[in-house]
Structures are given as C-alpha cells and as structure tokens.
C-alpha cells in the first residue's frame, strides 16, 4: 500500500509530459548549485530558528541531554561482552566499547576501547562518522566498518579485526559508494553499490547484488542478483517485481 501511494504522489509532482524539470539541477547533488541552494536554505533556517526567543534554552536542554554522563549506555550482546557505542563532548564522533554483564551491573562500568573513531579521524585526516558495522558470526572478529565522509549516505568499507584492535592487513576495503555489504563467511562477502551505467535507480540507489571474494578486485566480483529498473520516470523501484538471477 505505502509503495502505491508513493507510486501515486510523485506521478502527481512529476512534471507535465514534455515540460522541463525546473529542478533538474538538484538532481547533481555534489553539483556547485545544489550545495550552495543547500547552504542558503539551510542559513534561512538556523536564522529563523534563532530568532525563537525560546531557541537557546531549548538547545542547551537538548545538548545537555545528549553529553549526560548519567544517561544509559545501551549494549548489545556480543560474544565477547556487551558492546556499545559512546559519543559526548569529548568523543564527538564516539568511540565502540566493549564491558562485561558484571561491570555493566555497577555504577561505573569499566569500558575497553575497541575503536576511537575521533582518534582514527585525527590519523586519517577524515571526518569520519560511523554509519555502521557487521562483524562475522560466530567468532565476531572479523568486522566491515562502514565510514562515511561528513555524514553523507555514500560509505567507505574498512575490514576491522576488533580482538587486534586494527585494520586487517589487505582486508576488504571498498570505496566510497552508496553501498551495503554483507559477509557470506570470512573470505567472501556479498555488496550492492554503483557497479556502473545501468545498475542504479533513478534516485542514485544501486539494485544490482555481486559477490566479492578475497583480495579479488571489484571488477572481478560475480553478480548474483539483479533487480528490475524502471524504464521510464518517476522511480518506482520499491515497487518493480521482475527480477534475473545470474547463473
């Protein structure tokens, strides 16, 4: 149902049959015009906002909020204790953590740092966000770290070894792309991103599924799964239903 409606409203903002786009442009969205629209827009805004008499005392709450010592860590199980991961006014770009169920009982749980995203920042000189990581079943040592640049959707993936604490020596390590990877076991993963002309949506969003061995290239991956890609604008890929798998 949510996929029609989306069908029905952007045929209803889509643009007349043969009448130009005024809004083409924004479709570059690292283009020099869309960034500058962004930056006056997004000015237009942060002024309206401050100009709430109520604007600083409610950034102050919401920030106190946000870097409270007190507040929970929330953890997930892993294998080897509870992980979390931490962010205040001095880890701004946080750091993953690990501690066990016994110290995580306490008042002031010893935490072990598994990786401190502002210090790899720093080295890297990057400023990198954390968008996300999937570590290999069951050992949970292996770990593909997604870093995106500034907070934007398109990631890096870096092969992490969390028990050594470092980058795994000519591990994965894919470029930056709209992407998600997914391991299969530990020298094998699946990943769909740009592989090129025809394996992406209209709205910049890869459909075309491929396998990844060990120290094998991306241009040597094996496709395993294609999705279908409208023909015709607007984008409805949510709901295309055809689809080939390669043999």
């Known amino acids: 149902m949510s996929c029609l409606m989306a069908a029905g409203l952007s045929q209803a903002l889509a643009p007349a049959s043969g009448a130009e786009d005024p809004f083409l442009w924004l479709e570059e969205i690292e283009g020099p015009g869309a960034l500058a629209w962004a930056h006056t827009e997004n000015d237009k805004t942060l002024s309206a906002l401050q100009s709430d008499p109520r604007y600083q005392r409610f950034y102050g709450e919401a920030l106190y909020v946000l870097q409270a010592k007190d507040r929970i860590p929330y953890v997930s199980l892993g294998r080897r204790g509870l992980d979390n991961f931490w962010q205040d006014e001095n880890q701004v770009r946080g750091v993953l953590r690990r501690t066990t169920l016994e110290s995580y009982r306490t008042q002031s749980p010893r935490w072990e740092t598994i990786l401190d995203v502002d210090v790899l920042a720093d080295a890297d000189k990057k400023n990198w966000v954390l968008k996300g990581v999937s570590c290999l079943p069951p050992e949970e040592r292996l770990c593909l770290l997604n870093l995106s640049e500034g907070g934007k959707d398109a990631v890096f993936v870096r092969e992490f070894d969390a028990i050594a604490k470092t980058f795994v020596t000519n591990g994965f390590a894919l470029p930056e792309g709209k992407q998600e990877v997914t391991w299969v076991n530990r020298d094998t993963v699946l990943i769909i991103r740009d592989w090129g002309e025809g394996t992406m949506t209209q709205a910049g969003y890869p459909f075309d599924v491929k396998e990844l061995k060990r120290a094998q290239s991306l241009a040597e991956a094996h496709e395993g799964f294609r999705g ?15 689809r080939t798998i390669a043999t």
């Open 228 to 242: 279908s890609r409208p023909m015709s604008r607007p984008d409805h890929s949510c709901c295309a239903t055809s």
